[in-house]
């Protein structure tokens, strides 16, 4: 079954604890990315990449890094996360970035105290 | 600064009716148009799109309408049914895909 899987599915932690947050899928995409979700706010970006070895900013990837050694893994770190970063996460792939639609994950709710 | 602006945050709509949910975008450099339906606990699912060139795209009980020059696209949902009521994203693509703020969808039976 084609899909993009993302662990943990929650997660509660303490400021300034390293996490990561992993990112696989199954469908060969080029492109993945990452969003979070607040409310008001919708879906914004944080980070992308288009293809393995190649990511690049958002608009709000303040506090993450991502790296992309594989073309299925794309995993999201939070080196030193903050209480502003607590938000539902999403992870999502595509074919290309050209008349495609994204197919996402099911979301990491992340939480930090 | 918001690229992608859904101005109704909710929307409630009898059984059978239609529902029509709008969106308005800045960038003159989107091509692609995508909106997206959400249920709670779960991960956004694409639910239609239109390309820059068109002007309307139908699938079953889904249209989407876009206005170039307006900046403006629509999603109806003809007949409503209760299995419709989510939160549902627009969004538009050049490089990137950007979002809107979402529009929670309730259709009372």
Known sequence: EAQVTQNPRYLITVTGKKLTVTCSQNMNHEYMSWYRQDPGLGLRQIYYSMNVEVTDKGDVPEGYKVSRKEKRNFPLILESPSPNQTSLYFCASSLGT??????????????VV | DQQVKQNSPSLSVQEGRISILNC??????????LWYKKYPAEGPTFLISISSIKDKNEDGRFTVFLNKSAKHLS????????GDSAVY???ARDNDMRFGAGTRLTVKP
């Not at chain 1, 050209?98 to 939480?111: H, I, K, P, S, Y």
Request: hydrophobic letters at 35%; proline letters at 6%.
């Open chain 2, 75 to 82: 999603l109806h949902i003809v007949p409503s049914q209760p």
């Open chain 2, 89 to 91: 994203f627009c969004a």
């Open chain 1, 98 to 111: 050209v008349d495609t639609e994204a197919f996402f994950g099911q979301g990491t709710r992340l939480t």
């Open chain 2, 24 to 33: 308005d975008y800045t960038n003159s450099m989107f091509d692609y148009f």
